[in-house]
């Protein structure tokens, strides 16, 4: 087995052994088939990880796309481009493509490559589910950006889709919005169970709970979350179903129900949802930092019980996002109560991130400077998220473009850039080169700049009283909204740099070694780059 | 390496100069508003204060928190020497920074607990409006008043459509404000015909959802006369962004001047009415009257031309409900139809408007029924028990 042979973790006896093994079980090519079948029939964990993330990169260039079109009708005041109802159309599959096609199919990827290497696995546990798993992914996106083709147009009520605008009110097109969200959370649903029975079963001995990379943890946290609220999820779309075509009265005060039972139940899933979009990402910010500050990262258990209490404290806030909904005064002191409280463990993570970073010594590589970006302002889309908790000032807040802001803070300044630090990080493992520094620098520095440009002037926009999801706006408005449309273009236009990076890096490039960062720390590291089709047949010894 | 970090610094030296550029238009931005209004009611100011007080303790967290990367950032670097230290945890400073943001969020929940409760108490108002929101407008209703009315956007298509150049409150006027006294504590009960809307008001720091089926309340109490806008918050369908508030708020007697003027309007109405039911148009006067009123209330979604937008809303023209039974044409109008986005129509038009907006609608574009509807039509149709009688006596 030449893959253990070349790690330095494992001492010279085994590694005998190991070849031994491997002379008695070569059987590696008949695990790799070539050709179209090596990605539609694959269980392997690299490849799907690979199909997993070439997705979510499609699919993060589609709905950033539309986000194009909606900053060009915003680009002046009065109706240029589009009409009011397409404008909606393109705000809703905005929203929908970008958190469940683009953010959650990253991580599953990252998931996929990173986790069985981290933890000594051979692979994921459940390899035929795992090829399912991704393989209904393009069917249900396929399925969503039809509709936006069918006569009536696609969905149009916002990714929140609020009934009754998304049932008596919606378009004839709603059973196939309903049907691909469907897909989209037994994929989920699938990949999550995928992970914690790898993580549960497959580590290597050796490898306790409190020895695993952060990453891992985090990941087992998000999985759960995701098994706890993807079907809540599912609840809700069926409901809007059976609401639009099959006479219930779910949400319909008509027939006895309630609107705003929608958005409770909308939320119960929503609010954790928003947890499964970020905690990979202090995963992945955990491993980079260490790695580029010289240092081990700064109270590892303690950031294993912040990631928990907030996973947990995520079923305890949902309501934050309906203060304006004519709650009665002790619910709204609770939720606000509960979402203040949990920036505690948030901050808890933050604080150890800069002691690890403290009487280090740093080096600037593009994964670090991504991963530092992303501490700076994903915290500032936290102290914006800590405005929003206290309910006065959220009814001025809520629904403008403060909350836009807030949450593309979070969203694409933080979760986003996390998946570039990760992609930066382990491009040279997974490809065998290193990716172009002056170009990933480029790509760095202009989307830092521009994503600011873009995102903090909305904070302003939203203060001085603009709506969120409108087509056009009051002349007030004007100024900050093209400057914004301008850092939009910008940003846009930076990740196509990345684009450029990536292709270029899988053609080729300066070679990369096992271990292309010195002080980076875990399992995959032992490896030799590109990470060899199958890792950890033998499983490695942990100290 | 070494040539490689020398790159890197001049790129960072001139994405920063960049940078500055980018932030000059700020200065030229000074009359725009950044910050939330403090608006015209004690309410509104506490919660500018509360907004403004988290903000500064955001400020010095990030200084304290940020201040310290940034310090490890430009010291601890390894270019500059600078060698790892071994520490890696320590129990006592994690309990640290985790009691103090306790402390400094309880210091925070407090003057939020006292601002929240006294904006939920509407009780012991002195005047209460009910508001209803519907797609695309807002219908205000003055408690022990007969009076009630519809609140459209005034701006104009060709506003919009940068036909005409844009007035200085584009998209923020509409044809009836709701007007109010100052001093007087404001109830609002609020609720919707249709989808969700929410009913805000910036300078009143009000803003409520309008959920169909229930009713929410919420109130102000205005100190400063003045014309005071605002827009629907909520996305409600296509025109969520054109249907804005405004509120006049004027001293109390101004007010009662005000009430009575509007009495006298709904006293002239009834007249009109009357008159109408009486006086028969002819087809040239009724297009004309109907005209205006379809481009005003139906073209948002069944289009000027009459085609609707396919698989949204219905054409008209060609239409079999505008070209075939003339009561199911007027019920279709009068009373909406359930469980679609048609509205009933019975209360925001006159019958007068009703029939001359059918009229219309049967003889506009392909649609040469020759049919011609009268108010009294309208009237017979609403109250068919009076029309029996009526036509009994004549016998």
């Known amino acids: 087995m030449k893959t253990s042979i070349e790690s330095n973790n494992i001492g010279s006896t085994i590694e005998s052994e190991l070849v031994a093994s491997d002379t008695a079980s070569s059987h590696d090519d008949h695990h790799a088939p070539s050709g179209w079948t090596r990605w539609v029939f694959s269980t392997n964990h690299k490849d799907i990880g690979t199909l997993y993330l070439i997705f979510s990169l499609t699919m993060f260039f589609i709905g950033g796309a539309m986000a194009m079109v909606i900053r060009a009708e915003l680009f002046q005041p009065g109706l240029q481009l589009v009409e009011p109802n397409f404008f909606n159309q393109m705000t809703t599959v905005h929203g929908l493509i970008m958190v469940f096609g683009a953010v959650m199919p990253a991580f599953t990827g990252l998931a996929n490559w990173m986790i069985p290497m981290m933890i000594g696995a051979p692979d994921m546990a459940l390899p035929r589910m795992n090829n399912l798993s991704f393989w209904i992914l393009p069917f249900a996106f396929l399925i969503l950006l039809a509709s936006l083709f069918t006569e009536g147009g696609g969905p149009n009520f916002g990714w929140t889709f609020y009934a009754p605008l998304s049932t008596t009110y919606s378009p004839d097109s709603t059973a196939l919005f309903v049907f691909s969200v469907h897909i989209m959370g037994i994929s989920s649903i699938m990949g999550a169970i995928n992970v914690i029975v790898t993580i549960f079963n497959m580590r290597a001995p050796g490898m306790t709970l409190m020895k695993m990379p952060m990453f891992v943890w985090t990941w087992l946290i998000t999985a759960f979350l995701l098994i706890a609220v993807m079907p809540v999820l599912a609840g809700a779309v069926t409901m809007v179903l059976t609401d639009k075509y099959f006479g219930t009265s779910f949400f319909d005060a008509a027939g006895g129900g309630d609107p705003v039972m929608f958005q409770h139940i909308f939320w119960f899933f929503g609010h954790p949802e928003v947890y499964i979009m970020i905690l990979p990402s202090f995963g992945i910010v955990s491993a980079i930092v260490p790695a580029f500050s010289g240092k081990k990262l700064f109270g590892y258990n303690s950031m294993v019980y912040a990631t928990v209490s907030i996973a947990l404290m995520s079923f305890l806030v949902w309501a934050h996002h309906m203060f304006t909904t004519g709650m009665p005064v002790f619910a709204e002191l609770f939720f606000m109560y509960c979402t203040m409280l949990i920036s505690v463990p948030t901050g808890v993570k933050v604080f150890n991130w800069v002691a690890t970073m403290w009487r280090g010594s740093l080096t600037f590589e593009t994964p670090m400077l991504f991963a530092i970006a992303f501490i700076v302002l994903f915290t500032i889309g936290g102290f914006s998220g800590l405005m929003l908790a206290i309910v006065p000032a959220d009814f001025q807040y809520h629904d403008t473009y403060f909350v836009v802001a807030h949450f593309h803070y979070v969203l694409v300044s933080g979760a986003v850039f996390s998946i570039m630090a990760a992609a930066y990080y382990w491009l040279p493992k997974w490809t065998g080169n290193m990716y172009n520094q002056r170009l990933s620098l480029w790509h760095f520095w202009t989307s830092l700049i521009s994503v600011n440009i873009l995102f903090f002037p909305m904070h302003f926009l939203g203060l001085a009283g603009m709506p969120r999801r409108i087509p056009d706006y009051a002349i007030q408005f004007a100024d900050v909204n093209q400057i914004v449309s301008i850092g939009g273009f910008a940003f846009g236009l930076s990740q196509l740099l990345f684009l450029w990076v990536v292709i270029k890096c899988i053609k080729g490039g300066e070679k990369a070694p096992a271990k292309p960062w010195e002080r980076a720390e875990g399992l995959e590291w032992t490896v030799p780059s590109p990470a060899p089709h199958h890792t950890f047949d033998q499983p490695p010894k942990i100290d | ?395």
Request: proline share 4%; hydrophobic share 45%.
């Open chain 2, 1 to 395: 390496m070494g040539g490689y970090r020398l790159h890197q610094l001049a790129t960072v030296r001139k994405l920063f100069i960049y940078l500055l550029l980018l932030s000059l238009p700020v200065k030229a931005l000074a009359q725009t508003s950044l910050n939330m209004t403090q608006g015209v009611t004690e309410i509104s100011g506490k919660v500018y204060e509360l907004h403004m007080l988290i903000f500064y303790i955001c400020c010095a967290i990030a200084f304290v928190v940020f201040g310290a990367m940034f310090y490890a950032i430009f010291n601890h670097r390894k270019s500059k020497g600078a060698v790892a230290a071994d520490f890696h945890e320590s129990t006592k400073v994690e309990i640290i920074w985790t009691v103090i943001p306790v402390i400094i969020l309880i210091a925070m929940a407090i003057p939020a607990t006292k601002t929240l409760i006294a904006m939920e108490d509407t009780s012991k108002s002195d005047l209460t409006i009910k508001i209803t929101g519907s797609q695309w407008k807002w219908h205000y209703s003055y408690f022990g008043e007969e009076i009630e009315f519809f609140s459209l956007l005034a701006t104009s298509s060709e506003e919009i459509d940068g036909i005409k150049e844009k007035g200085a409150n584009y998209l923020l006027e509409v044809n009836n404000p709701l007007v109010l006294p100052i001093n007087k504590k404001i109830r609002f009960l609020l609720t919707s015909d249709d989808v969700i809307h929410s009913w805000w008001v910036p300078d009143f720091a009000v803003k409520k959802d309008t959920v169909p089926g229930f009713i929410n309340e919420a109130w102000t109490k205005i100190d400063k006369p003045g014309i005071y806008r605002g827009q629907c918050a909520e996305l409600c369908g296509q025109a969520h962004g054109f249907m804005p508030i405004v509120v006049h708020a004027m001293e109390e007697d101004d007010y009662e001047q005000w009430l009575i003027g509007k009495r006298q309007d709904v006293e002239r109405q009834k007249i009109e009415a009357a008159k109408a039911l009486a006086n028969n148009m002819p087809l040239d006067q009724l297009m004309t009257i109907g005209e205006k009123v379809y481009l005003e209330r139906c073209s948002v979604c069944h289009q000027p031309n009459g085609m609707g937008l396919p698989a949204v809303f219905p054409a008209i023209n060609g239409s079999p409900i505008a070209t075939g039974d003339i009561s199911l044409h007027i019920d279709t109008i009068v009373n909406g139809r359930s469980g679609t986005a048609m509205q009933a129509f019975a209360l925001q038009l006159t019958d007068q408007e009703i029939a001359a907006v059918i009229t219309y609608q049967r003889n506009a574009w392909d649609n040469k029924t020759g049919d011609v509807i009268q108010a009294s039509d309208i009237n017979a149709f609403k109250n068919p028990a009076e029309a029996d009688k009526k036509s009994e006596e004549e016998q």
